[in-house]
């Protein structure tokens, strides 16, 4: 069983940066494609980022395009989420979630075999 631990929300103003990290527990771990996602009170989970199991290929969703940066750490089993020019609709709560077969549908919450608990991201003054 593949555990998947997210770790680095918090509080932030608008205009502020955040880090998210991510550990999955698999010797498998550097043929995995890995993502983020979020969900918001009263929303469906959303897509924000992916990064292939290499590495070498990543995509947003339009909505962070050019404020979020993906990067997969194979050496510590780590993928990150930096989040710079935050605003209050990035509020949410944020899920690592891991695929060990690279799917073409990688926007797809079903997509995704493994999941973390989620962690809290608030923007705000």
């Known amino acids: 069983q593949v555990q998947v631990v997210e770790n680095g929300g918090g509080l932030v103003r608008p205009g502020g940066s955040l880090r998210l990290s991510c550990t999955a527990s698999s010797r498998r771990y550097s043929q995995f494609a890995m993502a983020w996602f979020r969900q918001a009170p009263g929303k469906e989970r959303e897509f924000v980022a992916k990064v292939s199991w290499s590495g070498a290929s990543t995509d947003y969703g339009d909505s962070v395009m050019g404020r979020f940066t993906i990067s997969k750490d194979d050496a510590t089993n780590t993928v990150e989420l930096q989040m710079d020019s935050l605003k209050p609709e990035d509020t949410a709560v944020y899920y690592c979630?891991?695929?060990?077969?690279?799917?073409?549908?990688?926007?797809?919450?079903?997509?995704?075999?493994?999941w973390g608990q989620g962690t809290q991201v608030t923007v705000s003054s």
């Open positions: 979630a891991a695929d060990p077969w690279g799917s073409s549908q990688y926007k797809y919450a079903s997509s995704y075999d493994y």
